[in-house]
């Protein structure tokens, strides 16, 4: 009985302890809608910079400046989203990203744009 009132106690700390919040904003000018995760951790003057100079990079970049690129960085971890139109540009991103100095990892919310003709 001792037991199994401790593993309801557990599952019910564990339960409280991953609760999200789903926040949904709309974007500028766009007709999409982007859910981020709500969390109290709210982005740093250096996660700033970061995704500062990876925007940078995606501009200079002749591979991707017409690309369809937005990154957000938290805590060090770049996420990439959009969509790009083949595999070199979808790889060109991520290198792009991985090799700004402070970042820490990239997550990749990339899509492939695939011709339908």
């Known amino acids: 009985m001792e037991k199994t009132f401790k593993a309801i106690v557990l599952a019910f700390v564990l339960t409280a302890m991953t609760a999200c919040v789903i926040v949904v904003k709309e974007g500028e000018g766009e007709s999409d809608v982007e859910a981020t995760w709500a969390s109290s951790y709210s982005s740093t003057a250096e996660d700033d910079s970061l995704a ?38 979808l790889e060109r991103a991520l290198d792009v990203a991985a090799s700004v100095e402070g970042v820490r990892r990239v997550v990749s919310k990339l899509t492939l744009e695939v011709s339908t003709g």
């Open 52 to 89: 500062e100079n990876i925007g940078d990079g995606f501009d200079t970049d002749p591979t991707l400046s017409t690309e369809d690129l937005r990154v957000t960085v938290r805590r060090g971890v770049a996420t990439l989203r959009g969509e790009v139109s083949d595999l070199a540009a």
